[in-house]
């Protein structure tokens, strides 16, 4: 098999205009199935470059980064070690690209995310597992569902709050009942118990994912009282005081909205 030309990727990459490197970037779209295995590595590390850069500065990359998310997932299982040793070693703006890259790639990345997950050297590394995981397929978060009520009492405030919010994601991602019923009191107990947690942004995640547990009509109805009472206890109501952050009693409203509906 005759290698890939890379050299206009490679030209694309140094231009500052957009419509170039798209363009680039769709023409290799269309010569995926004629890379060399070896090649590979190298087009996953030179598209995701662009994952580095600030949208906020570029905002007319947007297209072009999504289209490199669709390319790189294209190539699918074979992209997913370059991906992983990128990610592991990337900014917090890369690093988010890459998580939803390898989510978007699917089952093939499942395994290589799990391990990373359970054997993560540093908090870091888990949130990151924790991050791209979250965007995999329902039975991936079925699977992992029981180590995400765990990671809520993790010593990592980013550990926590990733799980928290990743816990609100499988609620929305099953109907009710689908969620076995032990998993699902497990992760009520440990929400209840980590709404009064030591940072306002893991509280104001817990009390979002209470709120999808009872719009998901998860939550029986001793649940759902001990719920109410817990949120309303965050808006000063029944004499206690409001949580001090807005954030979480703005989150709390809508939850004791939630929560209440269920109840009906």
């Not at 990727?9 to 500052?16: D, E, I, R």
């Not at 040793?85 to 988010?96: E, Y």
């Not at 965007?135 to 180590?147: R, S």
């Not at 030591?198 to 998860?218: C, D, E, I, T």
Request: hydrophobic share 45%; glycine share 6%.
């Amino acid at each position: 098999m005759t290698p890939v030309d890379l050299g206009p990727l490679y030209s694309a990459m140094m231009s500052n205009d957009p419509t170039i490197t798209r363009k680039a970037v769709a023409e290799l779209a269309s010569e995926l199935d004629s890379l060399a295995p070896s090649q590979i590595p190298e087009v996953v590390e030179v598209m995701s470059s662009l994952f580095y850069i600030d949208m906020g500065d570029k905002p007319q990359y947007v297209g072009v980064v999504e289209d490199v998310v669709s390319t790189i997932a294209a190539i699918g299982e074979k992209a997913v070690p370059t991906l992983m040793a990128l990610m592991c070693d990337s900014d917090l703006k890369a690093t988010l690209m890459f998580g939803r890259t390898l989510g978007r790639i699917g089952p093939p990345a499942y395994g290589p995310l799990k391990d990373l997950f359970y054997r993560a050297e540093t908090p870091h590394q888990r949130v990151l597992a924790l991050f791209a995981l979250a965007k995999m397929h329902e039975a991936a978060l079925m699977e992992i569902f029981p180590d995400l009520v765990t990671a809520l009492d993790d010593s990592d405030r980013e550990v926590r709050d990733t799980a928290a919010r990743t816990i609100g994601r499988v609620v929305d991602a099953f109907r009710p009942g689908q969620l076995p019923h032990d998993h699902v009191s497990s992760a009520f107990e440990r929400l209840i118990f980590r709404l009064t947690d030591s940072s306002p942004v893991v509280r104001f995640k817990v009390v979002r994912s209470l709120g999808k547990l009872a719009k998901n009509q998860y939550l029986d109805k001793d649940q759902l009282d001990a719920a109410t009472t817990a949120i309303k206890s965050l808006l000063g109501m029944g004499g206690g005081e409001a949580d001090l952050m807005y954030m979480v009693r703005r989150e709390a409203e809508e939850a004791l909205m939630r929560l209440e509906d269920a109840a009906l």
